[in-house]
């Protein structure tokens, strides 16, 4: 098929690039109808003390409830936000709610560790980003050590001068700094140095296996070193397996976050396990055992 871009441009599509990019288009077209309908919601994940079992943060997380495709993991649309802004209102939306919500906990007496929002280089980016937040944190008179803001890795070395000042700002206010996915990016540890950062959050790849693969081990317990020499908290991510639990605390890893211990959960599900302190020694190998 030969389609005709301008006047004397024609440009040839294969049926699947034409797949491909209605795909991404339709998805774009039915995320700005998904902001202004509020489709979004947040399931929570805590993150687990692995010397009390218990919890010592909550990960929000975000859901897109689809009117005809039910619900939308991040996956399958945050590349799709980020290409095309849509991440900015989206992710104010998240910092929004999750605030909202932690202010509800808290006047509960529910929680009293912090809430972490995911956030990405696009939000980031904005010179105005430090300012929406602290707005957010006075409509909903937080202390600011009650947010704590996750940060991939590969954000970082994109304008690190940027990037390190937005952070400073952020730690400036109180808020807490983690580094999401730690390890997976050209490694690049002079950020560690110059940037107020409080948690090194492991990288699920390196967690999964981590008592089955030499290297996997290595890198985990190199990262645990490290944090530990710098004063950070580490949590390992993605922990399936009691077996991949017991060699995260054997290396000294602070907290941990997984299927293993509790999946992400809405509201008002994951209301009823804030006060919980889980099994850190259970026998069952395998997830689909524990979830309940
Ligand atoms: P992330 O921040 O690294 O979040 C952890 C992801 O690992 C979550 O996937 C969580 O459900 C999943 N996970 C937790 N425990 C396990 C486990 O034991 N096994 C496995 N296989 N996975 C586990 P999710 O919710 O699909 O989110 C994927 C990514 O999307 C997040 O990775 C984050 O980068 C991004 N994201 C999620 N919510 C937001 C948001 O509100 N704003 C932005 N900018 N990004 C978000
Ligand atoms: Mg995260
Ligand atoms: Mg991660
Ligand atoms: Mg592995």
């Not at 687990?48 to 990960?59: K, Q």
């Not at 649309?77 to 605030?99: N, Q, Y």
């Not at 007496?109 to 602290?134: C, H």
């Amino acid at each position: 098929q030969a389609k005709q871009v301008s006047r004397d441009t024609y440009v040839f599509h294969t049926p699947e690039m034409i797949e491909r990019v209605n795909t991404r288009v339709e998805i774009e077209k039915d995320l700005r109808h998904a902001i202004e309908r509020e489709e979004f919601l947040l399931y929570y994940q805590p993150r687990i003390d692995l010397v009390t079992g218990r919890i010592t943060g909550l990960e929000s997380l975000i859901r897109w409830q689809h009117p005809s495709k039910g619900l939308v993991m991040p996956g399958n649309f945050i590349d799709v936000a980020e290409a095309s802004g849509l991440i900015v209102p989206m992710g104010e939306w998240a910092l929004d709610t999750a605030c909202r919500q932690t202010q509800a906990w808290r006047k509960r007496g529910l929680i009293d560790f912090p809430v972490a929002v995911n956030v990405s280089i696009a939000q980031l980016k904005r010179k105005t980003f430090v300012q929406s937040v602290e707005t957010i944190l006075r409509r909903y008179e937080l202390p600011a050590s009650s947010i704590e803001i996750e940060i991939t890795e590969s954000l970082l070395l994109e304008d690190a001068d940027l990037f390190a000042r937005q952070i400073r700002d952020l730690k400036d206010l109180g808020l807490f700094i983690a580094i999401d996915d730690f390890g997976t990016r050209y490694s690049n540890l002079n950020y560690l140095k110059k940037l107020p950062v409080d948690t090194l959050k492991i990288d699920q790849s390196f967690v999964h296996d981590i008592d089955r693969t030499a290297s996997d081990a290595a890198i985990c317990r190199s990262i645990i070193a490290l944090a530990q020499n710098l004063n950070l908290r580490t949590v390992g991510e993605g922990v399936e397996r009691y077996s991949e639990l017991a060699y995260l605390r054997q290396f000294g890893c602070d907290d941990m976050q997984g299927f293993l211990l509790c999946r992400p959960q809405p509201q008002e599900l994951i209301e009823r396990q804030l006060n919980r302190t889980f099994d850190l020694h259970g026998q069952a190998s395998e997830v689909g055992e524990i979830l309940t």
